[in-house]
């Protein structure tokens, strides 16, 4: 992996120019040990070749990113991401594909979008729109106000989590990951290494800085993985399966974690087949069928719209003969200890004709969004 920067450590924190010296993760590695993204796990297709696309991004002019600028914070929900009306189509042979047809997303700082959509669906092309590595036949992208088209320094704003280890080169530790991937991204390796420190104290991974990420657990890559992303401060975080091949706790670990760097300003925009990781994890979702998006809404209002108004009443023990027929006058209909009600408007008639039998659970009909997602693909 080559990068163009004015050396491997740049003098001045965090500012750098363009030059041919190389930087390579081999000075970390053992004598005659040969590396290369595809044999330390990067990924080579898809979405997940977009991590290793972003770090490489050649800089093709002269930048001033230092770290002494100002650090005032934004104010809260400021526009991170603006994509207005994103078109791609691919031509091979006499067949044109159109890939993306007219996607527009806004995505504020401190909230977390979850870009969803079935395979083949303009997600990843989307995505790379985005990022600065497709251009757009129409259309137009800002990150932090700036065209990654046009303005090199706006790929400064973006950090990806793409296959959680596929971003990291498993014979490094997680220490010399975090180092590495500072100075690829401008900063100096003392800052590279304060800031790594930083960050294995943060999640926890202080007794593993040492050892290499191939011996780690799926999830501590995965936190590894997502601190190399952040490593430069970025505004705006690309997750793609966060949670994917984690067992219960780590999946717990990693959620925590997202939703404290989404709390601390970074915008995110997930990606992901686990309907229910977006659910918990996403203020808003924006669905993508056949290159255009079909649904963006606030998450709740989404599934809220798709949920019924029927509630179901389960008691600790089925209710007597009269209280049956008091509850058939008022349209509920029962089953054993369950008492069924068609509107809201029954709830509390019903709730005062049950006083004092003893409650177990009152539940709403209400949908999820993976119910909400396979009805709107399915039907748009």
């Excluded at 990068?3 to 930087?23: D, L, M, V």
């Excluded at 972003?54 to 991170?80: E, F, G, K, V």
């Excluded at 029927?310 to 009269?322: G, Q, R, T, V």
Aim: aromatic letters at 4%; proline letters at 5%.
């Amino acid at each position: 992996m080559l990068c163009r920067f004015n050396s491997a450590y740049p003098p001045n924190i965090g500012c750098y120019t363009e030059s041919r010296q190389p930087i390579s993760p081999n000075r970390y590695l053992k004598p005659n040990c040969e590396s290369t993204p595809q044999s330390e796990g990067f990924a080579t297709d898809g979405l997940t070749r977009l991590a290793l696309e972003i770090w490489a991004a050649p800089i093709h002019q002269t930048l001033h990113h230092c770290d002494n600028r100002d650090t005032t914070s934004h104010p809260a929900r400021m526009p991170i991401l603006e994509a207005q009306n994103l078109h791609k189509s691919y031509r091979q042979g006499k067949t044109t594909t159109n890939a993306v047809r007219g996607v527009s997303l806004t995505l504020n700082s401190g909230e977390i979008l979850a870009f969803l959509g079935p395979n083949g669906a303009g997600k990843t092309t989307s995505i790379k729109m985005i990022a600065g590595l497709v251009r757009p036949d129409d259309g137009w992208v800002k990150l932090d106000g700036l065209d990654p088209h046009k303005q090199s320094r706006a790929l400064k704003s973006i950090g990806a989590v793409l296959e959680g280890n596929r971003n990291l080169y498993w014979r490094l530790t997680p220490l010399e990951n975090l180092e590495y991937f500072g100075v690829l991204r401008g900063l100096s390796r003392k800052v590279a290494r304060q800031r790594g420190e930083e960050w294995l104290q943060r999640l926890g991974l202080v007794d593993k800085r040492n050892v290499t990420v191939q011996t780690l657990s799926r999830g501590m890559q995965q936190k590894v993985a997502i601190a190399v992303a952040l490593i430069h401060r970025p505004k705006l975080l690309l997750l793609d399966e966060p949670t994917l091949g984690l067992d219960v706790e780590a999946t717990q670990t990693v959620k925590t974690v997202v939703r404290e760097i989404a709390a601390s300003g970074c915008a995110i925009l997930l990606t992901t087949h686990q309907l229910d990781i977006a659910e918990d994890l996403s203020d808003r979702v924006a669905i993508i069928r056949q290159g255009q998006v079909i649904a963006e809404q606030p998450t709740r209002e989404l599934i809220r719209q798709f949920s019924g108004t029927s509630y179901n009443i389960e008691l600790e023990e089925p209710p007597d003969a009269e209280t049956l027929i008091r509850l058939e006058h008022l349209g509920a209909t029962t089953k054993d200890n369950h008492i069924f009600i068609r509107g809201s408007e029954q709830l509390y008639d019903v709730l005062e004709k049950l006083r004092p039998l003893a409650i177990q659970e009152i539940k709403k009909d209400t949908a999820d969004l993976t119910e909400v997602f396979l009805k709107l693909v399915q039907d748009a």
